[in-house]
C-alpha cells in the first residue's frame, strides 16, 4: 500500500519526503503566558538546514478508515522507516501549531555516540507532526510522543523539543538507547509561569526533581540505563540528563549555547550573564534552564530576539575583516577552519543565511481556538523575512508558502522562499546600504500587521458567534491575502534593490547615480594588505587653497584735537 493510498491520509509533509531536510541546527525560544505582554504563550523556531526548503506545512483534519496505517518517513533523509496504527480522528495542522493552538518545535542536539542508530522507526520530525494531529495539550503531546517511542522505537538522536499550549510550556528531552535497541530515555519539565527558555542544539536540562510530576516528567528507566552504562555513579537526587547524555564541550558552548546567551542577555540583561557563558573559555559557566525577563514580552519582542548576530558584544560578527566593506554579519561554512597550522571558529548566530522557515507561534487561552493560535511565519533568514499572520484555523495555506511549489533545487517566481533568498542574497553582498531597504520594508509589512491583529480579530469573533466555520472562511480568507501581499512586496524590493544599487552604484530618491565611498576602516585594511603596489605614484593635484577673505581695514587712529586759539576779548 503506497502512502496515498485512500487508508494513507496523514503521512509527512509531501515535501517533507522529497527534499530530504537536515534540521540538526535549530534554535527555539519559549514563553509562559505569565512572561507576555497579552497573557500569550510563545514558541519561536528557525529550521536552519542547508538542504531545507522552506514552505507551510498543512494537514485538514480527518477521519480514517478502521485499519488504517500511516507511513513514517524520516524528516532527514526522506527514508520510509515503517507504518503506524492511523487514528479514528486526527486535528488540522498548519505548519507547527495544530486547530487547538498546540505547537510544537525542536532542535537536534545527537548526544553520546554510543546512543547513535538506535532501533525504531519514529523519528524526530514524525514525532512532532503525529502528536500534532492526535493532541490537544502540551502534556498530551508528551504522552503522545514517549508513547510512540516506547511502542515502536525511536530512530533519531538526542532532541529537545518545545511543546506548548495556551496554558503551558514544556521541554522535552529525548535520546535513544543505541543500536538494536528499542525505546528512548526521556525527561520534560514545565516551566515556571513569568519565565522564558530557550535551545539550540545542546541538551540543557540537568538535575530535576525526582517526585512532583506537576512541574516534571520522564522515563522510568531514564537513571538506571545510565548506571547499567557506567556513566552515572551518585545519587539520584543529583543525576543530570544533560551532562550525562550529552557532557558540554567547546563547540556546545560556542555554537550552541552562544544562542541561548544572545536571547537571555537581551530579554534578562539584569542577569548581566557575560561573555563567559558563550564563548568557550570557561564550560563550568552554566546558562540557566530559564530566566525571568526584565520586562513582559509581546509578539514584535519575540520576533526581534530571534533576529541576532551577536550585534554590540565581543562574538559581534560585523566587526572583523571577514565581513567585508559592507559589515557583513555572516560567515559562509564551513563554521570551523586551520590555517598555517592553527584552528579557528566562526561564529554561530540565531540569524543565519540557511534558515529554511521560522515561526513565530502565539497561543491565547482568551479566545477561541481558531482565532487564538496564530502562526506568524516566515520563510529564509529570520533577520529578512516577514512574519505573515496565518491562523489556527485556516482551511488553505497561501500558494507563495505552500508545499509542491518549488523545492531546495527548483527554483519558482512564484515561491516565496526563492523570492524571499533572491532578495536576502542581494543584501548579503552590500549588506551596511541594503539592510536599510530590507529592514524599512519589513518594518512596514509586520507593523500593520500587527496594527490591525485587534480589528481582524474583533470581526472574527463576531462571525465566531454566528457560525464558527464563517470565523475560519474569514481567517482563511485574510491569511491568504497577507500571504500574497508579502509576496508580491518583496519580489518588488528585490527588483528596487537591483535597479539602486547596480554595479555598485548608489541611486538615490531621484534616480541620480552615486559612487559612495567605502568606510575609512576598509580603505585601511587594503592599504595595509597591499599598499606599496596600490600607491599612486602620480602626484596629487594641490587641493584647491579656500580664497582668503581680506580683513577689514583698520581705520586710522584719529588725528588729536587742534586747540581752538583763545581770542582774546577786544579791549
Same mark, same amino acid.
Given at each position: 500500500?503506497?502512502?496515498?493510498?485512500?487508508?494513507?491520509?496523514?503521512?509527512?509533509?509531501?515535501? #517533507?519526503?522529497?527534499? @530530504?531536510?537536515?534540521?540538526?541546527?535549530?534554535?527555539?525560544?519559549?514563553?509562559?503566558?505569565?512572561?507576555?505582554?497579552?497573557?500569550?504563550?510563545?514558541?519561536?523556531?528557525? @529550521? !536552519?538546514?542547508? *538542504?531545507? /526548503?522552506?514552505?507551510?506545512?498543512?494537514?485538514?483534519?480527518?477521519?480514517?478508515?478502521?485499519?488504517?496505517?500511516?507511513?513514517?518517513?524520516?524528516?532527514? =533523509?526522506?527514508?520510509?522507516?515503517?507504518?503506524?496504527? *492511523?487514528?479514528?480522528?486526527?486535528? $488540522?495542522?498548519?505548519?507547527?501549531?495544530?486547530?487547538?493552538?498546540?505547537?510544537?518545535?525542536?532542535?537536534?542536539?545527537?548526544?553520546?555516540?554510543?546512543?547513535?542508530?538506535?532501533?525504531?522507526?519514529?523519528?524526530?520530525?514524525?514525532?512532532?507532526?503525529?502528536? +500534532?494531529?492526535?493532541?490537544?495539550?502540551?502534556?498530551?503531546?508528551?504522552?503522545?510522543?514517549?508513547?510512540?517511542?516506547?511502542?515502536? &522505537?525511536?530512530?533519531?538522536?538526542?532532541?529537545?523539543?518545545?511543546?506548548?499550549?495556551?496554558?503551558?510550556?514544556?521541554?522535552?528531552?529525548?535520546? &535513544?538507547?543505541?543500536?538494536?535497541?528499542?525505546?528512548?530515555?526521556?525527561?520534560?519539565?514545565?516551566? %515556571?509561569?513569568?519565565?522564558?527558555?530557550?535551545?539550540?542544539?545542546?541538551?540543557?536540562?540537568?538535575?530535576?526533581?525526582? $517526585?512532583?510530576?506537576?512541574?516534571? +516528567?520522564?522515563?522510568? !528507566?531514564?537513571?538506571?540505563?545510565?548506571?547499567?552504562?557506567?556513566?552515572?555513579?551518585? #545519587?539520584?537526587?543529583?543525576?543530570?540528563?544533560?551532562?550525562?547524555?550529552?557532557?558540554?564541550?567547546?563547540?556546545?558552548?560556542?555554537?550552541?549555547?552562544?544562542?541561548?546567551?544572545?536571547?537571555?542577555?537581551?530579554?534578562?540583561?539584569?542577569?548581566?550573564?557575560?561573555?563567559?557563558?558563550?564563548?568557550?573559555?570557561?564550560?563550568?559557566?552554566?546558562?540557566?534552564?530559564?530566566?525571568?525577563?526584565?520586562?513582559?514580552?509581546?509578539?514584535?519582542? #519575540?520576533?526581534?530576539?530571534?533576529?541576532?548576530?551577536?550585534?554590540?558584544? #565581543?562574538?559581534?560578527?560585523?566587526?572583523?575583516?571577514?565581513?567585508?566593506?559592507?559589515?557583513?554579519?555572516?560567515?559562509?561554512?564551513?563554521?570551523?577552519? !586551520?590555517? !598555517?597550522?592553527?584552528?579557528?571558529?566562526?561564529?554561530?548566530?540565531?540569524?543565519?543565511?540557511?534558515?529554511?522557515?521560522?515561526?513565530?507561534?502565539?497561543?491565547? &487561552?482568551?479566545?477561541?481556538? @481558531?482565532?487564538?493560535?496564530?502562526?506568524?511565519?516566515?520563510?529564509?533568514?529570520?533577520?529578512?523575512?516577514?512574519?505573515?499572520?496565518?491562523?489556527?484555523?485556516?482551511?488553505?495555506?497561501?500558494?507563495?508558502?505552500?508545499?509542491?511549489?518549488?523545492?531546495?533545487?527548483?527554483?519558482?517566481?512564484?515561491?516565496?522562499?526563492?523570492?524571499?533568498?533572491?532578495?536576502?542574497?542581494?543584501?548579503? &553582498?552590500?549588506?551596511?546600504?541594503?539592510?536599510?531597504?530590507?529592514?524599512?520594508?519589513?518594518?512596514?509589512?509586520?507593523?500593520?500587521?500587527?496594527?490591525?491583529?485587534?480589528?481582524?480579530?474583533?470581526?472574527?469573533? =463576531?462571525?465566531?458567534?454566528?457560525?464558527?466555520?464563517?470565523?475560519?472562511?474569514? +481567517?482563511?480568507? /485574510?491569511?491568504?491575502?497577507?500571504?500574497?501581499?508579502?509576496?508580491?512586496?518583496?519580489?518588488?524590493?528585490?527588483?528596487?534593490?537591483?535597479?539602486?544599487?547596480?554595479?555598485?552604484?548608489?541611486?538615490?530618491?531621484?534616480?541620480?547615480?552615486?559612487? %559612495?565611498?567605502?568606510?575609512? @576602516?576598509?580603505?585601511?585594511?587594503?592599504?595595509?594588505?597591499?599598499?606599496?603596489?596600490?600607491?599612486?605614484?602620480?602626484?596629487?593635484?594641490?587641493?584647491?587653497?579656500?580664497?582668503?577673505?581680506?580683513?577689514?581695514?583698520?581705520?586710522? %587712529?584719529?588725528?588729536?584735537?587742534?586747540?581752538?586759539?583763545?581770542?582774546?576779548?577786544?579791549?
Amino acid at each position: 500500500m503506497n502512502r496515498f493510498s485512500s487508508t494513507l491520509f496523514t503521512a509527512l509533509p509531501l515535501t #517533507a519526503v522529497l527534499v @530530504a531536510p537536515v534540521a540538526d541546527a535549530c534554535t527555539s525560544m519559549l514563553v509562559t503566558k505569565g512572561a507576555t505582554t497579552d497573557g500569550s504563550t510563545f514558541i519561536t523556531y528557525s @529550521a !536552519d538546514s542547508h *538542504e531545507l /526548503y522552506g514552505e507551510l506545512y498543512h494537514t485538514p483534519a480527518r477521519r480514517h478508515a478502521a485499519g488504517a496505517q500511516r507511513d513514517i518517513v524520516d524528516w532527514d =533523509t526522506g527514508k520510509f522507516l515503517g507504518r503506524i496504527k *492511523e487514528l479514528p480522528a486526527t486535528y $488540522s495542522v498548519v505548519g507547527n501549531m495544530n486547530e487547538h493552538q498546540l505547537s510544537i518545535s525542536e532542535s537536534t542536539f545527537t548526544g553520546r555516540k554510543e546512543l547513535e542508530g538506535p532501533s525504531g522507526i519514529i523519528d524526530y520530525g514524525s514525532l512532532i507532526y503525529v502528536a +500534532l494531529e492526535r493532541a490537544k495539550t502540551a502534556r498530551e503531546a508528551i504522552q503522545v510522543m514517549t508513547d510512540l517511542v516506547a511502542e515502536y &522505537g525511536y530512530a533519531s538522536t538526542g532532541e529537545t523539543f518545545s511543546i506548548a499550549d495556551p496554558k503551558e510550556a514544556w521541554l522535552l528531552e529525548m535520546i &535513544g538507547k543505541g543500536a538494536g535497541q528499542k525505546g528512548a530515555v526521556w525527561v520534560a519539565r514545565k516551566l %515556571p509561569d513569568g519565565f522564558i527558555s530557550a535551545h539550540a542544539n545542546q541538551s540543557r536540562i540537568r538535575q530535576f526533581p525526582l $517526585s512532583d510530576s506537576a512541574t516534571t +516528567l520522564y522515563s522510568p !528507566d531514564v537513571i538506571t540505563f545510565a548506571r547499567a552504562k557506567g556513566w552515572y555513579t551518585g #545519587a539520584d537526587k543529583d543525576f543530570s540528563f544533560a551532562d550525562t547524555y550529552h557532557p558540554l564541550d567547546f563547540g556546545g558552548q560556542r555554537f550552541a549555547e552562544g544562542r541561548v546567551w544572545s536571547i537571555f542577555r537581551r530579554a534578562a540583561p539584569s542577569m548581566k550573564l557575560g561573555l563567559e557563558y558563550a564563548d568557550g573559555s570557561d564550560l563550568n559557566k552554566r546558562l540557566p534552564l530559564w530566566v525571568k525577563p526584565d520586562k513582559k514580552v509581546s509578539v514584535q519582542d #519575540a520576533m526581534a530576539l530571534m533576529r541576532d548576530h551577536f550585534e554590540g558584544t #565581543a562574538l559581534d560578527m560585523s566587526k572583523d575583516v571577514g565581513a567585508g566593506p559592507y559589515a557583513a554579519p555572516y560567515r559562509w561554512r564551513p563554521m570551523t577552519w !586551520d590555517v !598555517d597550522g592553527k584552528n579557528y571558529v566562526h561564529e554561530r548566530a540565531i540569524s543565519t543565511q540557511q534558515t529554511g522557515f521560522s515561526f513565530v507561534a502565539q497561543m491565547r &487561552g482568551s479566545l477561541p481556538d @481558531a482565532i487564538g493560535g496564530v502562526l506568524w511565519f516566515g520563510v529564509d533568514d529570520t533577520f529578512t523575512t516577514v512574519y505573515t499572520p496565518m491562523y489556527a484555523g485556516i482551511r488553505q495555506v497561501p500558494k507563495n508558502f505552500a508545499q509542491g511549489v518549488a523545492s531546495r533545487g527548483d527554483f519558482s517566481w512564484d515561491s516565496s522562499f526563492w523570492v524571499f533568498n533572491w532578495v536576502s542574497n542581494q543584501a548579503y &553582498g552590500r549588506w551596511s546600504d541594503m539592510i536599510v531597504d530590507v529592514q524599512k520594508a519589513q518594518g512596514e509589512l509586520e507593523g500593520q500587521f500587527l496594527a490591525d491583529q485587534a480589528h481582524v480579530e474583533s470581526i472574527a469573533q =463576531t462571525l465566531y458567534k454566528r457560525t464558527p466555520e464563517q470565523a475560519r472562511q474569514y +481567517l482563511t480568507e /485574510y491569511s491568504l491575502q497577507q500571504g500574497d501581499k508579502v509576496h508580491a512586496r518583496w519580489r518588488k524590493l528585490g527588483e528596487q534593490l537591483l535597479v539602486k544599487y547596480i554595479d555598485g552604484n548608489v541611486r538615490d530618491a531621484t534616480g541620480k547615480v552615486n559612487h %559612495p565611498r567605502y568606510q575609512d @576602516a576598509w580603505y585601511r585594511r587594503i592599504a595595509a594588505d597591499n599598499g606599496p603596489r596600490l600607491e599612486s605614484r602620480e602626484k596629487p593635484e594641490p587641493k584647491p587653497q579656500a580664497p582668503v577673505t581680506p580683513a577689514a581695514p583698520v581705520p586710522a %587712529p584719529a588725528a588729536p584735537a587742534t586747540p581752538k586759539p583763545t581770542v582774546a576779548p577786544a579791549p
